[in-house]
T-cell receptor, first 114, second 110 residues
Framework: GAVVSQHPSRVICKSGTSVKIECRSL??????MFWYRQFPKQSLMLMAT?????????EQGVEKDKFLINHASLTLSTLTVASAHPEDSSFYIC??????????FGPGTRLTVL | SQQGEEDPQALSIQEGENATMNCSYK?????LQWYRQNSGRGLVHLIL?????REKHSGRLRVTLDTSKKSSSLLITASRAADTASYFC??????????FGAGTTVTVRA
């Protein structure tokens, strides 16, 4: 089946640091990828839609200057959390759409900001 | 925004029993999907049911969809310890963006 990877799987950083998370579709091309955030014991909340070759579209309440998304190629999207603070600590999950109904999720990245 | 509501929030059953969880949503959908998430891990896609379908099976999973009531159910038959996980429904309104329900945490006791 289709595989989506995320790197790193977990990161611990100091407050004020910028953190980059990569999402790759390993065996298919994805013109669209999504970024979700999940707080402990809560559901996934869509943050933004990443479109290859164009600017990301952000959901209401998500700061575009805080969460920078770059969809550099058909297999790679990156999420950069700029100047991370403890309240940004969360589980970040990406998904990639191969062009039909099902989308495939990455294994997630746990971010802890001290 | 989060569209689906799920119940129960938590379910504890004995191995071999069936587990049923329900999902309700608010707006029109193109399809509804169910996912499983083991603690601290990514999502595993279980099953997708389109808005013009009423029931779908996959192995020990049975999903129903009632668009008139805007609700869906997931039945896991003959549960196993490995089925212990959180289960989420997610609706797609035809743009691939998924709105997730709050999830049901299922614990299967050996």
């Amino acid at each position: 089946g289709a595989v989506v990877s995320q790197h790193p799987s977990r990161v611990i950083c100091k407050s004020g640091t910028s953190v980059k998370i990569e999402c790759r579709s390993l065996d298919f091309q994805a013109t669209t990828m999504f970024w979700y955030r999940q707080f402990p014991k809560q559901s996934l909340m869509l943050m933004a839609t990443s479109n290859e070759g164009s600017k990301a579209t952000y959901e209401q309440g998500v700061e575009k200057d805080k969460f920078l998304i770059n969809h550099a190629s058909l297999t790679l999207s990156t999420l950069t959390v700029a100047s991370a603070h403890p309240e940004d600590s969360s589980f970040y999950i990406c998904s990639a759409v191969p062009g039909y109904d099902t989308q495939y999720f990455g294994p997630g990245t746990r971010l802890t900001v001290l | 925004s989060q569209q689906g509501e799920e119940d129960p929030q938590a379910l504890s059953i004995q191995e071999g029993e069936n587990a049923t969880m329900n999902c309700s949503y608010k707006t029109s959908i193109n399809n509804l999907q169910w996912y499983r998430q083991n603690s601290g891990r990514g999502l595993v896609h279980l099953i997708l049911i389109r808005s013009n379908e009423r029931e779908k099976h996959s192995g020990r999973l049975r999903v129903t969809l009632d668009t008139s009531k805007k609700s869906s159910s997931l039945l896991i038959t003959a549960s196993r310890a490995a089925d212990t996980a959180s289960y989420f429904c997610a609706t797609d309104a035809n743009d691939y963006k998924l709105s997730f329900g709050a999830g049901t945490t299922v614990t299967v006791r050996a």
